[in-house]
Nanobody
Framework: QVQLVESGGGSVQTGGSLRLSCTASGYTIRFYSMAWFRQAPGKEREGVAVIATNGRSTVYADSVKGRFTISRDNAKNTLDLQMNSLKPEDTAMYYC??????????????????WGQGTQVTVSS
């Protein structure tokens, strides 16, 4: 059974940092591009960052460039998102996702086969 489980969410103040992790089970992530998405209350889900199968290419949403870093460890079957200089507008439920198409698109959410249940990030001012 394929499963993605996120962890690391929590509450921080503006300017703080959090590190999210996503652990996959039931399959190996090495053949999948992996991404983080987020959804704030009342808003559509949006792409945050995506990383290629070999980890050598990444794409970030403009809103997080320079503050967030996506990384993966194929040997450990894990995906991480280091979030620095957090802002209240980063408050959202964060989801990891896997694409068998190895897409690097953050807009084509239909290209992602598997999704986690999410972890909440709350940034207070």
């Amino acid at each position: 059974q394929v499963q993605l489980v996120e962890s690391g969410g929590g509450s921080v103040q503006t300017g703080g940092s959090l590190r999210l992790s996503c652990t996959a089970s039931g399959y190996t992530i090495r053949f999948y591009s992996m991404a983080w998405f987020r959804q704030a209350p009342g808003k559509e889900r949006e792409g945050v960052a995506v990383i290629a199968t070999n980890g050598r290419s990444t794409v970030y949403a403009d809103s997080v460039k320079g503050r967030f870093t996506i990384s993966r460890d194929n040997a450990k079957n894990t995906l991480d998102l280091q979030m620095n200089s957090l802002k209240p507008e980063d408050t959202a439920m964060y989801y990891c996702a896997a694409s068998s198409r190895a897409t690097l698109s953050l807009s084509r959410q239909y290209a992602y086969n598997y999704w986690g249940q999410g972890t909440q990030v709350t940034v207070s001012s």
